[in-house]
């Protein structure tokens, strides 16, 4: 039996032009799990023998990508193991590859995200769990200290209250720049959050000039980062870069989310093998090979992957 990995992909290869896309729905919008309730549910309060899920876009990309990730480098899966868990690695996958894609959404939903992040209410005999919101809330920052990384800084007045810092993000969130100068912005943006640099002190009567180290990830290189974009305008987005350099290693663009602020809908694209998709849970027809790669104007988040050491 083929994988779902494996599907996709001899669709892609079989690929004539003439239907593009995959031949059935991929993680589709929502979802229902029917409880198969025994003797003892009876006494259950309250009685609930289904639960629905809405506005699951706010995790649908990202499941999606984080599959392709998992199935793009052989060694991904343990490494992502050590963050994420063995269990729910394997868990993920299969569910996946059995097409279970409303469970493999609960398993996220209850093993990752805290109570507080989405809301659940009994209507009837339905469990009804809305997870209408901000994906970065939803998925990025339910991914433990995958990304975790630090910058230490020193000012060098010797009477500064506040001489040496340490600077520590669970996430990368990258601003867009306050001028606007020539070259690669996203890069550029990239570069001041990750790379060494000295500027003016701003504690107050200072003075005196901080020397900021590399940022550096607390936990080694992870296999995948994803940059938080939505801050950006579509206008400054003319040009993403398919490679970064980040803390020493060199990343790879593997896809993307997109925001819709009209329907406030998410959206992915990624890459297989060169190939790019678009993926949509929305849609009837929701996985989709595209013919060029896709514009990135309603940009929510930037994936990248490591690249292999030769």
Same mark, same amino acid.
Request: hydrophobic residues 35%.
């Given at each position: 039996m083929k994988t779902l990995f494996e599907e996709i992909k001899a669709s892609i290869k079989n690929n004539y032009n003439q239907d593009r896309s995959f031949w059935r729905p991929v993680l589709p919008w929502g979802g229902v799990f029917t409880i198969k309730a025994g003797r003892k549910a009876v006494s259950c309060t309250p009685l609930y023998v289904e639960i629905r899920l809405k506005n699951t876009c706010t995790i649908d990309g990202f =499941?999606?990508? !984080?599959?392709?990730?998992?199935?793009? %480098?052989? %060694?991904?899966?343990?490494?992502?193991? *050590?963050? =994420?868990?063995?269990?729910?690695?394997?868990?993920? *996958?299969? !569910?996946?590859? /059995?097409y279970s894609f409303t469970t493999v959404k609960l398993l996220w939903i209850w093993d990752k995200m805290e109570k507080q992040q989405y809301k659940s209410e009994v209507h009837k005999a339905s469990l009804i769990i809305d997870l209408f919101g901000n994906e970065h809330d939803n998925f990025t920052k339910n *991914?433990?200290?995958?990304?975790? /990384?630090?910058?230490?800084?020193?000012?060098?007045?010797?009477?500064c209250p506040t001489r040496v810092q340490e600077d520590q993000q669970r996430t990368i969130n990258i601003n867009p720049p306050q001028e606007i100068p020539h070259g690669n912005l996203i890069r550029l943006a990239v570069d001041e959050l990750f790379c060494s640099r000295i500027e003016l002190c701003e504690e107050h009567g200072c003075g005196g000039l901080r020397e900021f180290s590399q940022r550096v990830f607390c936990h080694g290189a992870p296999p995948f980062v994803v940059l938080n974009m939505q801050h950006w305008k579509s206008e400054d987005l003319a040009y993403v870069p398919y490679y970064l350099d980040l803390s020493d290693h060199k990343y790879l663009l593997e896809g993307a989310t997109l925001f819709n602020k009209?329907?406030?809908?998410?959206?992915?694209?990624?890459?297989?093998?060169?190939?790019?998709?678009?993926?949509?849970?929305?849609?009837?027809?929701? !996985?989709?090979? !595209?013919?060029?790669?896709?514009?990135? *104007?309603?940009?929510?988040?930037?994936?990248?992957?490591?690249? /292999?050491?030769?």
């Amino acid at each position: 039996m083929k994988t779902l990995f494996e599907e996709i992909k001899a669709s892609i290869k079989n690929n004539y032009n003439q239907d593009r896309s995959f031949w059935r729905p991929v993680l589709p919008w929502g979802g229902v799990f029917t409880i198969k309730a025994g003797r003892k549910a009876v006494s259950c309060t309250p009685l609930y023998v289904e639960i629905r899920l809405k506005n699951t876009c706010t995790i649908d990309g990202f =499941l999606m990508l !984080l599959y392709v990730i998992l199935n793009e %480098n052989e %060694n991904f899966p343990r490494e992502l193991s *050590l963050h =994420l868990g063995r269990e729910f690695v394997d868990c993920f *996958l299969y !569910l996946m590859d /059995t097409y279970s894609f409303t469970t493999v959404k609960l398993l996220w939903i209850w093993d990752k995200m805290e109570k507080q992040q989405y809301k659940s209410e009994v209507h009837k005999a339905s469990l009804i769990i809305d997870l209408f919101g901000n994906e970065h809330d939803n998925f990025t920052k339910n *991914l433990d200290n995958l990304m975790s /990384t630090i910058q230490e800084s020193y000012c060098s007045n010797w009477r500064c209250p506040t001489r040496v810092q340490e600077d520590q993000q669970r996430t990368i969130n990258i601003n867009p720049p306050q001028e606007i100068p020539h070259g690669n912005l996203i890069r550029l943006a990239v570069d001041e959050l990750f790379c060494s640099r000295i500027e003016l002190c701003e504690e107050h009567g200072c003075g005196g000039l901080r020397e900021f180290s590399q940022r550096v990830f607390c936990h080694g290189a992870p296999p995948f980062v994803v940059l938080n974009m939505q801050h950006w305008k579509s206008e400054d987005l003319a040009y993403v870069p398919y490679y970064l350099d980040l803390s020493d290693h060199k990343y790879l663009l593997e896809g993307a989310t997109l925001f819709n602020k009209e329907e406030h809908h998410y959206s992915a694209a990624f890459q297989i093998h060169g190939h790019w998709m678009h993926y949509d849970g929305l849609r009837n027809v929701n !996985l989709i090979l !595209l013919n060029k790669p896709p514009e990135f *104007l309603l940009l929510s988040s930037l994936v990248y992957i490591r690249a /292999t050491e030769k």
